[in-house]
């Protein structure tokens, strides 16, 4: 009778140790960082367009592979694209960009440069742009961060490709971290920004 009646206390006991586990706190989750992507203009050069600029729509730009997500992407050996787990983009490198493409295009003055036009409006150009590259370089040291832009320049009004061009911008990082490619990344977009401004300006009709 006594082996009987403890029967129950003998089952309780592990039940209770099992449930005083399962309240016990996990690890706090990681905080991941969230980085962005700016243009500054060079007041000396920036100019505000006039009433007779040309009209510009400049279109979503389309990424490749692997850099269509907002995962801050590294290499570390050819062809093997890796991402950073703590550290992300505000939203997707190619979003990002589009608002920029217009700002440098239209501090050039010669261009009333829209990334999200209103449907009445009635554009002279149109601007096409691919992401092709977007990541952090370790297979040099020090890293760097590359970026590979392809942009077609299209005359709306008489339906052709006024010119076609890839651009291609390196800046080394100062630390082998996510945040040095970040910075290293703002620098390559505005050395690229400039340059691409500056292409629709060469090839302006």
């Known amino acids: 009778m006594k082996t009987a009646s403890t029967l129950p206390g003998l089952v309780l006991l592990p039940l209770m140790l099992l449930a005083g586990c399962s309240v016990l706190p996990g690890p706090p989750p990681q905080a991941t960082e969230q980085y962005t992507l700016e243009y500054t203009a060079d007041p000396q050069i920036a100019v505000a367009p006039g009433s007779g600029a040309t009209v510009l729509i400049v279109s979503a730009p389309r990424a490749h592979g692997g850099y269509d997500s907002a995962r801050i992407a590294y290499m570390e050996k050819a062809y093997g694209l890796r991402y950073y787990t703590r550290s992300r ?114 090839h302006q009709p």
């Open 89 to 202: 983009w505000a939203a997707t490198p190619a979003r990002m960009l589009a608002p920029l493409l217009a700002d440098a295009i239209q501090e050039t003055g010669r261009f009333q440069a829209l990334h999200r036009p209103p449907g009445s409006v009635a554009a002279d150009l149109r601007l096409d742009t691919e992401l092709i590259r977007f990541h952090q370089d370790f297979t040099v040291q020090p890293s760097a961060m590359r970026v590979t832009l392809r942009a077609q320049l299209v005359d709306l009004q008489a339906g052709r490709v006024l010119a076609t061009r890839l651009f291609d911008a390196r800046q080394a990082a100062a630390t082998e971290d996510a945040y040095g490619g970040v910075v290293a990344a703002n620098r390559a977009v505005q050395q690229l920004l400039q340059e691409l401004a500056q292409f629709c300006v060469d």
